[in-house]
């Protein structure tokens, strides 16, 4: 990375404070020398804060905090060697970093002080922890502001204070030789992996909620500090590698998982973010609302199970895994194509509509196909249980294998043979949305009446992304089916406390980010992992839910990854696209006049 | 500039006949004949509500004529808008109807998309002309970017554009389907005198490329430098039709606009009379428009188009 020096002008501190920076330097130092220290006397509180000289649980959470505080506090001196880290901002991602600090810590002392009543039960080593981010934040908040508040807005306390969080785009950085930005790319990757898996494998909820929390706070500090906006140049730049290094992250996952749980919920969270990708064809490219999406998994996953050979499938074969993943393709393909010629005619709100009939109709038809309601093809809400495992090549599925000295469970077999649908499935994303047949997607998405006038057919166009993502969720549920050994109608709910169901689904497309690639598996990732740690909120799981999205709506309307379109159409102000040297001042004129 | 038509050897490109549109009660388009022949610029006038816009859906196939037939170089044409299209007549609409939050680029090459055959397992399996076919297709939308002059803003959002590029942007788009007909829906509405003189060259750029053009507009001064012919709309019935210089001079044509002479025509003595008052009332009372050039949306070009 370059060492451009920073021209753009500070602003003025929230408040002022003489010999700020050294302040927060020392004050990261303390909470990171207390995170050495016993923070409680009992072993009680899960994690075991009680060992000196050896951080656990909560504490390196803290670690990890205090040390990124540390680090761009120390770029914010200039240091020779420190100074890549913030090309971005220099104060806010400081400023970021002390905050989740604080809120790792503070939320950690409380809530040992809760689960073991009272405040007694802290050691020395919480508050010096607590005292040092309390420090290093209060400091930071003294740190002159990266940018100064635009005119429009008006300085009160809490515009100063949100100001005081926000930085200015990096700017460019210099062409490194191909191989070092490849190894960037792979060092991202490297350390994405074992921040996942580091979530994944948390055991408790208070650790998973302080992950959450130092993540949240860790991860916005670098999108300030202008890092995330390199690595982002960098795998546009080299997409195919990008694409590779991802697939060999997660083909990693499972050799670092020694823990059949866990590797179960990555396979499942590899299921739920290959059919949120599908669902993203209908969403996200051609703008289709498909609230019944959930019902093409169930299609694929009962097509399996009926031809898996299992004993209690009415119908009695066992077609070879291959010949299963055709069967529960094309049968989705079938029910795309049954469902979307008729309503496809239909625009936005009534497509909804429809959609979500039809997929509590096929909940309720599988119900009813029981033997006393109707035939009997599905045995009813018992669903179709047993169902063997597979056995590819005389690779058991069913069974752990020990690869060179990592031992693959069930669940790990399973997550990587989903691993190539998934790699599928993206495959099919890219390469479909990049193509004219994409395009026309697009163009009907944002304009109809006009895409017809430029030749398109729409209807046809509209029917193929339906089709397309039915059977890209077809695809997925045949694995599913042999992941939950049992299918049943109550696994394809519109919302329902499991993930993958419709409601799920297209937040977890929203949430990401509409039409984009890796929206949808951060999404689901997201989605899957909150409900499936934090137990105790099940009941309160929709409402949490709702108002996240309601939160995201209103702060990030484009979703975690944003495209870059989105990304202009929402936030009118960030004309990214447009090089500093053009004049804006026509072009917002005619922005306002094209809008009428 | 020059109004004379290009070649003596014409054929007629587009053929609208006993065209009539019914929305239940309202007649808009009643009996229009019109045809456009190869090389020419028509022109299409009318006040605001004459049925314009209408007449312009019922050629592209938006609405399904209650009566009449078009029929587009001899074939009757369906009343389906990508089939109209790919029979080769494109369109741009009186509100920019760009797809915004697609690049410069990305909006010409969906305007190729009929004159383009890559179906999704090409795109899916890269089958051998994929590339080939995609690189075409951008060369081809590059070529009338630079046509067009925008070719250092491909990679714009289009919704970015400066509205004079947008309205050109729109031209660009339809002209990638390589048309055979350019119908043109007011494309100098809103724009000053310097973008409308700009557009008038594009204008005759495209005619002198073979491309006969049909345009709606209301700007009189362009449209009677521009056409080789013109049809005037007035509640739906073609009132007059030809040459620029006919129909300006013709009498219903100003009636349709300005209104018939009160019978009771002000005499000297009333003219004397106001003049007097307005000298008394100061400098207030300046000229009033001599023509009507609002952009017209009336209910049924909305419906039309959305």
Same mark, same amino acid.
């Given at each position: 990375?370059?060492?451009?020096?920073?021209?753009?002008?500070?602003?003025?501190?929230?408040?002022?404070?003489?010999?700020?920076?050294?302040?927060?330097?020392?004050?990261?130092?303390?909470?990171?020398?207390?995170?050495?220290?016993?923070?409680?006397?009992?072993?009680?509180?899960?994690?075991?804060?009680?060992?000196?000289?050896?951080?656990?649980?909560?504490?390196?959470?803290?670690?990890?905090?205090?040390?990124?505080?540390?680090?761009?506090?120390?770029?914010?001196?200039?240091?020779?060697?420190?100074?890549?880290?913030?090309?971005?901002?220099?104060?806010?991602?400081?400023?970021?970093?002390?905050?989740?600090?604080?809120?790792?810590?503070?939320?950690?002392?409380?809530?040992?002080?809760?689960?073991?009543?009272?405040?007694?039960?802290?050691?020395?080593?919480?508050?010096?922890?607590?005292?040092?981010?309390?420090?290093?934040?209060?400091?930071?908040?003294?740190?002159?502001?990266?940018?100064?508040?635009?005119?429009?807005?008006?300085?009160?306390?809490?515009?100063?204070?949100?100001?005081?969080?926000?930085?200015?785009?990096?700017?460019?950085?210099?062409?490194?030789?191909?191989?070092?930005?490849?190894?960037?790319?792979?060092?991202?990757?490297?350390?994405?992996?074992?921040?996942?898996?580091?979530?994944?494998?948390?055991?408790?909820?208070?650790?998973?909620?302080?992950?959450?929390?130092?993540?949240?706070?860790?991860?916005?500090?670098?999108?300030?500090?202008?890092?995330?906006?390199?690595?982002?140049?960098?795998?546009?730049?080299?997409?195919?590698?990008?694409?590779?290094?991802?697939?060999?992250?997660?083909?990693?996952?499972?050799?670092?998982?020694?823990?059949?749980?866990?590797?179960?919920?990555?396979?499942?969270?590899?299921?739920?973010?290959?059919?949120?990708?599908?669902?993203?064809?209908?969403?996200?490219?051609?703008?289709?609302?498909?609230?019944?999406?959930?019902?093409?998994?169930?299609?694929?996953?009962?097509?399996?199970?009926?031809?898996?050979?299992?004993?209690?499938?009415?119908?009695?074969?066992?077609?070879?895994?291959?010949?299963?993943?055709?069967?529960?393709?094309?049968?989705?393909?079938?029910?795309?194509?049954?469902?979307?010629?008729?309503?496809?005619?239909?625009?936005?709100?009534?497509?909804?509509?429809?959609?979500?009939?039809?997929?509590?109709?096929?909940?309720?038809?599988?119900?009813?196909?029981?033997?006393?309601?109707?035939?009997?093809?599905?045995?009813?809400?018992?669903?179709?249980?047993?169902?063997?495992?597979?056995?590819?090549?005389?690779?058991?599925?069913?069974?752990?294998?020990?690869?060179?000295?990592?031992?693959?469970?069930?669940?790990?077999?399973?997550?990587?043979?989903?691993?190539?649908?998934?790699?599928?499935?993206?495959?099919?994303?890219?390469?479909?949305?990049?193509?004219?047949?994409?395009?026309?997607?697009?163009?009907?998405?944002?304009?109809?009446?006009?895409?017809?006038?430029?030749?398109?057919?729409?209807?046809?166009?509209?029917?193929?992304?339906?089709?397309?993502?039915?059977?890209?969720?077809?695809?997925?549920?045949?694995?599913?089916?042999?992941?939950?050994?049992?299918?049943?109608?109550?696994?394809?709910?519109?919302?329902?406390?499991?993930?993958?169901?419709?409601?799920?689904?297209?937040?977890?497309?929203?949430?990401?980010?509409?039409?984009?690639?890796?929206?949808?598996?951060?999404?689901?990732?997201?989605?899957?992992?909150?409900?499936?740690?934090?137990?105790?909120?099940?009941?309160?799981?929709?409402?949490?839910?709702?108002?996240?999205?309601?939160?995201?709506?209103?702060?990030?309307?484009?979703?975690?990854?944003?495209?870059?379109?989105?990304?202009?159409?929402?936030?009118?102000?960030?004309?990214?696209?447009?090089?500093?040297?053009?004049?804006?001042?026509?072009?917002?004129?005619?922005?306002?006049?094209?809008?009428? | 500039?020059?109004?004379?038509?290009?070649?003596?050897?014409?054929?007629?490109?587009?053929?609208?006949?006993?065209?009539?549109?019914?929305?239940?009660?309202?007649?808009?388009?009643?009996?229009?004949?019109?045809?456009?022949?190869?090389?020419?610029?028509?022109?299409?006038?009318?006040?605001?509500?004459?049925?314009?816009?209408?007449?312009?859906?019922?050629?592209?196939?938006?609405?399904?004529?209650?009566?009449?037939?078009?029929?587009?170089?001899?074939?009757?044409?369906?009343?389906?808008?990508?089939?109209?299209?790919?029979?080769?007549?494109?369109?741009?609409?009186?509100?920019?109807?760009?797809?915004?939050?697609?690049?410069?680029?990305?909006?010409?090459?969906?305007?190729?998309?009929?004159?383009?055959?890559?179906?999704?397992?090409?795109?899916?399996?890269?089958?051998?002309?994929?590339?080939?076919?995609?690189?075409?297709?951008?060369?081809?939308?590059?070529?009338?970017?630079?046509?067009?002059?925008?070719?250092?803003?491909?990679?714009?959002?289009?919704?970015?554009?400066?509205?004079?590029?947008?309205?050109?942007?729109?031209?660009?788009?339809?002209? #990638?389907?390589?048309?055979?007909?350019?119908? *043109?829906? @007011?494309? !100098?509405? &809103?724009?000053?005198?310097?973008?409308? =003189? %700009?557009?008038?060259?594009?204008?005759?750029?495209?005619?002198?490329?073979?491309?006969?053009?049909?345009?709606?507009?209301?700007?009189?001064?362009?449209?009677?430098?521009?056409?080789?012919?013109? #049809?005037?709309?007035?509640?739906?019935?073609? *009132?007059? @039709?030809? !040459?620029? &210089?006919?129909?300006?001079?013709?009498? =219903? %044509?100003?009636?349709?606009?300005?209104?018939?002479?009160?019978?009771?025509?002000?005499?000297?003595?009333?003219?004397?009379?106001?003049?007097?008052?307005?000298?008394?009332?100061?400098?207030?009372?300046?000229?009033?428009?001599?023509?009507?050039?609002?952009?017209?949306? !009336?209910?049924?070009?909305?419906?039309?188009?959305?």
């Amino acid at each position: 990375m370059t060492m451009t020096t920073k021209t753009t002008p500070a602003g003025s501190a929230l408040f002022a404070l003489p010999a700020a920076r050294h302040l927060t330097t020392a004050g990261a130092a303390i909470a990171l020398i207390g995170t050495f220290l016993a923070w409680t006397w009992t072993s009680e509180f899960p994690g075991d804060l009680t060992v000196t000289g050896y951080p656990g649980g909560l504490q390196v959470l803290t670690l990890v905090g205090a040390v990124l505080t540390l680090l761009f506090a120390l770029s914010g001196y200039g240091i020779k060697g420190l100074r890549w880290l913030t090309p971005g901002g220099a104060n806010s991602p400081v400023r970021l970093a002390a905050l989740g600090v604080l809120g790792t810590t503070g939320f950690t002392v409380g809530a040992i002080a809760v689960k073991l009543g009272g405040v007694v039960n802290l050691e020395p080593g919480a508050w010096v922890s607590l005292v040092g981010a309390i420090i290093a934040t209060v400091a930071a908040l003294g740190l002159p502001a990266d940018q100064e508040l635009d005119d429009t807005t008006r300085p009160t306390p809490l515009n100063r204070f949100v100001n005081s969080l926000r930085a200015p785009a990096p700017t460019r950085a210099k062409d490194l030789p191909n191989w070092a930005e490849i190894l960037i790319i792979a060092g991202a990757f490297g350390v994405a992996l074992h921040v996942f898996t580091y979530g994944i494998d948390t055991e408790y909820a208070e650790l998973f909620i302080g992950y959450i929390i130092s993540v949240a706070f860790g991860f916005t500090a670098l999108t300030r500090a202008g890092l995330i906006a390199r690595i982002t140049r960098l795998t546009t730049k080299h997409r195919n590698v990008t694409l590779a290094a991802a697939l060999i992250a997660a083909f990693c996952f499972p050799f670092t998982q020694q823990n059949e749980q866990y590797a179960l919920i990555g396979a499942n969270i590899l299921i739920f973010a290959t059919v949120a990708l599908g669902l993203n064809v209908v969403v996200g490219l051609a703008g289709l609302l498909d609230l019944g999406y959930v019902a093409f998994l169930g299609v694929g996953a009962y097509a399996a199970a009926l031809v898996s050979g299992s004993p209690l499938s009415p119908v009695g074969v066992q077609f070879p895994f291959w010949a299963a993943v055709l069967t529960g393709a094309a049968a989705s393909l079938v029910f795309g194509v049954v469902i979307g010629a008729p309503t496809l005619r239909l625009r936005g709100d009534y497509l909804a509509i429809v959609t979500l009939g039809f997929g509590e109709i096929f909940r309720l038809t599988v119900n009813a196909l029981n033997g006393v309601s109707g035939p009997d093809l599905t045995n009813g809400s018992q669903g179709i249980p047993s169902i063997p495992d597979l056995n590819l090549f005389g690779f058991d599925f069913g069974v752990s294998h020990t690869i060179a000295g990592f031992t693959l469970g069930r669940s790990a077999n399973y997550y990587l043979l989903m691993l190539v649908f998934t790699a599928v499935v993206v495959l099919v994303f890219r390469r479909s949305g990049e193509s004219r047949i994409g395009r026309a997607w697009v163009a009907i998405r944002e304009d109809e009446t006009a895409a017809t006038a430029m030749g398109i057919n729409a209807f046809r166009l509209k029917l193929l992304a339906f089709a397309l993502g039915a059977t890209l969720a077809g695809l997925a549920g045949t694995v599913q089916a042999h992941v939950s050994y049992t299918v049943t109608p109550e696994q394809y709910q519109f919302a329902g406390s499991v993930p993958p169901n419709s409601a799920f689904l297209l937040a977890a497309v929203i949430l990401g980010g509409m039409g984009t690639l890796s929206g949808p598996l951060v999404g689901a990732a997201l989605l899957y992992l909150i409900p499936a740690k934090l137990q105790f909120m099940q009941d309160y799981q929709l409402f949490l839910f709702g108002i996240a999205l309601i939160l995201l709506m209103r702060f990030r309307p484009e979703g975690l990854v944003a495209d870059r379109r989105k990304q202009l159409e929402f936030h009118e102000t960030g004309q990214l696209d447009v090089p500093p040297d053009v004049p804006l001042t026509d072009q917002a004129a005619g922005t306002t006049k094209a809008g009428a | 500039m020059t109004t004379t038509t290009t070649t003596p050897a014409t054929t007629t490109v587009l053929d609208a006949s006993g065209v009539t549109m019914r929305f239940g009660g309202l007649t808009a388009v009643r009996g229009v004949d019109l045809t456009v022949n190869s090389g020419e610029i028509v022109g299409l006038i009318g006040p605001n509500g004459a049925g314009k816009t209408t007449f312009f859906n019922c050629l592209t196939g938006l609405y399904i004529p209650t009566e009449g037939k078009v029929s587009y170089k001899g074939t009757v044409l369906p009343p389906k808008p990508h089939l109209v299209t790919k029979a080769g007549i494109a369109r741009t609409f009186q509100n920019i109807r760009l797809f915004s939050n697609m690049t410069v680029l990305e909006n010409v090459l969906v305007g190729r998309h009929t004159r383009t055959k890559e179906g999704l397992w090409s795109a899916l399996l890269r089958l051998p002309g994929y590339h080939k076919a995609e690189d075409a297709s951008r060369e081809r939308a590059m070529e009338l970017l630079e046509f067009i002059g925008l070719q250092d803003k491909a990679d714009h959002l289009a919704r970015n554009l400066p509205y004079g590029d947008q309205r050109k942007l729109e031209i660009a788009r339809a002209l #990638a389907s390589d048309p055979g007909l350019l119908l *043109l829906d @007011e494309p !100098t509405a &809103g724009m000053n005198p310097q973008e409308t =003189r %700009v557009t008038e060259e594009l204008i005759f750029a495209i005619r002198d490329q073979g491309i006969a053009v049909l345009v709606i507009e209301h700007d009189m001064r362009f449209i009677f430098n521009l056409c080789d012919r013109v #049809a005037c709309l007035v509640q739906g019935e073609k *009132l007059v @039709e030809g !040459t620029p &210089g006919d129909v300006q001079a013709d009498e =219903r %044509v100003v009636a349709a606009y300005l209104g018939t002479p009160f019978e009771g025509a002000p005499g000297a003595e009333e003219v004397a009379e106001v003049e007097a008052a307005e000298a008394h009332a100061g400098t207030t009372g300046t000229a009033a428009p001599a023509k009507d050039t609002t952009p017209d949306t !009336t209910s049924t070009d909305e419906e039309g188009t959305r």
